[in-house]
Structure formats: C-alpha cells, structure tokens
C-alpha cells in the first residue's frame, strides 16, 4: 500500500474513469458525488477514518461511478489493483474450500457431485447469531 496526501479539495476518483486503486482513509474526510446523464452532481455519501472507497471498479472492472474529492486535508493509503485482486481472490478460494469440506459432511448433501457442491458453496452467506438470555 502507498500513502496518498490529499490537500482540501482534491478529487481522489473522478466518476467514468478506469480503477486503479482501492483507498483506505486514514484521516481526514471525503464527499462522494455522483453525476446523471448531463446533471449537476449530487453528493451520495462521506467517508472518513477507518472507511474505505474505491473497489466496485475493481471488482467488477467497470468505470468510476462516482467522484471522489476531499473536504479537508487528508491522507489516503492506495492498494492498486492487482493485489486488491490477488487478496480477494485468495480470501474467496479459502472460504470456498472451507464451505464445501463442510456440505462434503452434510449426510443430506453426500449424494451431490463435487461441482454441485461447489456451486452450492459460492452461494452460502456466514451468519453469526447471538446468544441471548
């Protein structure tokens, strides 16, 4: 990752653009706007500390659909694509593995064929429930 100094005003993204970059923010805060055919941008969204932007383009290698510009002094950290690629890809195959070595023990499921079960493991959501008394 490589740190991004961002001055007041600056556009990080700018809506229709290629991704290259997913941004974590560091500190500081960012408005997001968004332009429809041929009207004035309205901001959608703020992003500040902790928050993150920038890896729809990424993920799904489409344009920026949205502007991204800072609304004071900031500092951004940038991963470019690539590794932001590499890393959810990776994540994605570990918790495909981990799923389907679970339906693989499910008595109901053992009749499936290996690809059915694998289908059926991109599809599952992880769920945590709290214990209430």
Sequence with gaps: MAEVNCPTGH?????????????VVES??????????????????????????????????????????ATS??????????????ILMENTSKKRHIY???????PLLISLESYERLKMADNLESVKLLHQD
């Design 11 to 23: 556009g990080i993204i700018t809506q229709g653009a290629v991704g290259d970059f997913w941004y």
């Design 73 to 86: 002094d900031s500092v951004l950290w940038a991963l470019n694509r690539g590794t932001f690629r590499r």
């Design 28 to 69: 500081g805060t960012f408005d997001i706007f968004v332009c429809n055919e041929g009207k004035s941008a309205i901001k959608v969204a703020s992003s500040g500390a902790g928050q993150s932007f920038g890896e729809l383009a990424l993920m799904y290698n489409a344009p920026r659909v949205a502007t991204v510009t």
């Design 100 to 106: 389907e070595t679970f339906l693989s023990e499910v």
